[in-house]
């Protein structure tokens, strides 16, 4: 009997010393992570409403539209991303903190991202074009200028961005729900139109199949810092003939040459290479290079128009080969067996 209660005193003393210490540690514990698991509760978020200002395009109508919000002095650097139907905006709810914002159109799949985790370094990247055959790797048939990458050539596209805003936490003294907090992008064009035409070709016939590479071509915006990456790409886009025998191509572009303002006309020292692929019928390659640095660094206007008259292009004999002669035409003969 002695020895049981004697058992029992000795638990029951031991109990009462470490009970305190677990429910210290308990309550330690509970304290760190549920304030945050509250603050990170939907019922702490707080309404906003997206808005999308078009006055600089008031034509713009893009299928949807997805909005970057970036967590300012957050642990984390992933931005919060929602996407939009429409250009109209909406609804949505975020946490209470410092922001700051990017929106752009997604309805287009030709380019990707860069810089995903910083505000200031999020780029827009075009993708490489990947439809064009020997175009990426044989040098000898296709010149490349100083080694860009043929990328796509951009969708329409428009972009906004708001450099910082805050979302305050409710009054818990206030009964009433909070109104909504507006966040309005103003929307802007980034794209500019190029326009391409050869007028009285010679020696031009649909045996000729017509495509061109224009250089020196930005491949990346920041909309945030509102400018152009400094990396400069090649695009690719073919040329069709005309009603009058002319030949006329075009394509969309973030414009020429990196570093520049993304909606701006640019005055800078990059050179612009124009190289017109030809290719007839029994499969021989020819090429005629020109320099248009100057009609579009010229151009009073974003949208280009390049003109280019009486190019030489190879002419065909009776039985579709070419003949010893080809004009004033620049470029590289290949040869291919028969």
């Known amino acids: 009997m002695k020895r049981y209660v004697g058992t029992c005193f000795r638990s029951i003393l031991i109990l009462c010393l470490i009970l305190p210490i677990l429910t210290g540690i308990i309550c330690s514990l509970a304290s760190c992570d549920h304030r945050e698991f509250l603050y990170e509760l939907p019922s702490k978020r707080q309404p906003v409403t997206v ?6 395009d008031p034509g713009a109508n893009p299928e949807g539209m997805t909005v970057y ?18 250009r109209e905006g909406g609804s949505l709810n975020l946490i209470p903190g410092l922001y ?4 752009h159109n997604s309805d287009s799949d030709r380019h990707g991202f860069t810089g995903y985790d910083s505000y200031h370094e999020f ?8 439809n064009i055959g020997d175009l990426h790797s044989n040098s000898n048939l296709y010149p490349r200028i100083d080694n860009e990458r043929i990328a796509h050539s951009p969708d329409s596209m428009w972009v906004g961005s708001i450099s910082m805003f805050e979302i305050k936490a409710p009054d818990p003294t206030v009964s009433t729900k909070a109104a909504p907090v507006i966040i309005r992008f103003v929307m802007q064009p980034v794209v500019a139109h190029y326009t391409f035409h050869i007028t009285n070709p010679i020696n031009f016939n649909n045996s000729l199949s017509v495509s061109a590479t224009l250089s020196g071509m930005a491949g990346t915006i920041h909309p945030a810092r509102g400018v152009k990456g400094e990396e400069t790409v090649t695009h690719f886009f073919n040329m069709t003939p005309t009603a009058d025998g002319n030949l006329y191509g075009e394509f ?9 303002s993304i909606i701006s006309k640019a005055d800078n020292d990059g050179s612009h290479i124009l190289i017109i692929h030809a290719t007839l019928s029994n499969g021989k390659k020819w090429n005629s290079v020109h320099d248009v640095t100057d009609q579009i660094h010229n151009s009073r206007v974003q ?6 008259d009486s190019v030489s292009f190879p002419k065909s004999s009776a039985g579709g080969g070419f003949s010893p002669t080809v004009g004033d035409w ?5 040869e291919v067996g028969m």
């Open 252 to 260: 969309l572009t973030f414009g020429h040459c990196g570093g520049d």
């Open 303 to 308: 949208d280009c128009v390049i003109k280019l």
């Open 123 to 130: 780029g827009i990247r075009l993708n490489d074009h990947r």
């Open 330 to 334: 620049s470029g590289n003969r290949e």
């Open 51 to 56: 808005e999308f200002d078009w006055s600089s």
């Open 69 to 86: 919000f970036f967590r300012m002095n957050s642990t984390s650097s992933t931005p919060i991303v929602y996407d939009m139907k429409g």
């Open 100 to 103: 700051a914002a990017i929106a």
